[in-house]
């Protein structure tokens, strides 16, 4: 009987303490960058042309992946249409077509084919979070990857990204991005 007291015990911490290592109130927040500049306005940065390039790394921090991208979009006021073509370096060609509407002078939703639902954005300052749950494709099988997706914005011509992919909000891979504005 004692022994189960030890091992429920012992749970209990455990559990505790991974429930409070989840959990981050210090987190970094979009509204931290309200007051900084360069401002991003993301349908302004992303109209026209935009080439990016980036790396994917595991949860282990190797990269295991590179690519460039072009992404072309266009503006109509309340909606943005962001076409992005990534080439991955093992011959990969990845397309993907995002609407993203401009709900307020912060607030934003996206859609595109290979996301879950609609992704929600943020602006503030020079920063824009994204937050969404991707289809990603995994030996033969598709994988739904919640993304935490934050750009930055440099100057008028370039921006970064980061971006952290979770599965059960356990980090599987990071992504970092560079953009450049034609």
Request: aromatic share 12%; proline share 2%; with cysteine.
């Amino acid at each position: 009987m004692r022994h189960i007291k030890i091992v429920n015990s012992i749970l209990l911490i455990i559990s505790l303490f991974l429930i409070t290592s989840c959990s981050n109130n210090n987190a970094m927040k979009p509204e931290d960058f309200k007051n900084k500049e360069p401002r991003l306005i993301i349908e302004e940065y992303l109209t026209g042309n935009v080439k990016a390039w980036g790396v994917l790394q595991n949860r282990s921090g190797k990269v295991t992946r590179q690519f460039s991208a072009d992404l072309d979009g266009s503006w109509d006021g309340k909606q943005l249409i962001l076409k992005e073509k990534f080439n991955w370096d093992d011959g990969e060609v990845q397309n993907r077509v995002w609407t993203i509407t401009k709900i307020d002078e912060n607030n934003y939703e996206g859609t595109a084919g290979d996301v879950v639902g609609k992704a929600i954005g943020y602006s503030y300052g020079p920063a824009f979070k994204f937050e969404y749950v991707l289809l990603v494709p995994v030996k033969g099988k598709e994988m739904k990857i919640t993304f935490d997706d934050w750009i930055f914005k440099q100057d008028e011509r370039v921006a970064i990204n980061r971006a952290t992919m979770t599965k059960f909000g356990f980090k599987v891979a990071e992504l970092t991005v560079v953009f450049v504005k034609d």
